[in-house]
C-alpha cells in the first residue's frame, strides 16, 4: 500500500507565502514524476507544477517566477514553496506521485489527502 501524505498549507494575506509538502510512503519500487495539483471552487482540478526524477520542471503559467518545487529522491518526497501569494492561488493542492510498485508493474498514479491554502486579506 502506498500512501501521499500532505503537510502545510494554511491562512496567508496577498504576497505572502507557504510551503508544501508531501511524503510518499509504502511499497514504492520505482518513484516517476510527481507534481502537485489544485483545485479551486467550482473549477476543475489544473497541474500546478511537475518534476522528473531527473529534476526538469515545468510550472503553469499562473505560477511561473512564485512557485518552486523541488523532491528528494532519496525519501520520496516533494514540495511547493509559494511566494507572492494571490487571492487565485486559494484551491484545495494536491500532491500525485506516478509510481510502480515492483518491478513487473505498471505506473499508477496516488494522490495526497489535499491541503487548503486561502489567501485572504
Known amino acids: 500500500q502506498v500512501q501521499l501524505v500532505e503537510s502545510g498549507g494554511g491562512l496567508v494575506q496577498p504576497g505572502g507565502s507557504l510551503r508544501l509538502d508531501c511524503a510518499a510512503s509504502g511499497n514504492i519500487f520505482l518513484m516517476g514524476t510527481m507534481a502537485w495539483f489544485r483545485q479551486a471552487p467550482g473549477k476543475e482540478r489544473e497541474l500546478v507544477a511537475d518534476?522528473?526524477?531527473?529534476?526538469?520542471?515545468n510550472y503553469a503559467d499562473a505560477v511561473k517566477g512564485r512557485f518552486t518545487i523541488a523532491r528528494d529522491n532519496a525519501k520520496n518526497t516533494i514540495s511547493l514553496q509559494m511566494n507572492n501569494l494571490k487571492s487565485e492561488d486559494t484551491a484545495v493542492y494536491y500532491c500525485?506521485?506516478?509510481?510502480?510498485?515492483?518491478?513487473?508493474?505498471?505506473?499508477?498514479?496516488?494522490w495526497g489527502q489535499g491541503s487548503q491554502v486561502t489567501v485572504s486579506s
Open positions: 518534476i522528473f526524477s531527473t529534476g526538469l520542471t
Open positions: 500525485n506521485a506516478d509510481l510502480k510498485v515492483s518491478r513487473f508493474s505498471t505506473y499508477q498514479q496516488y
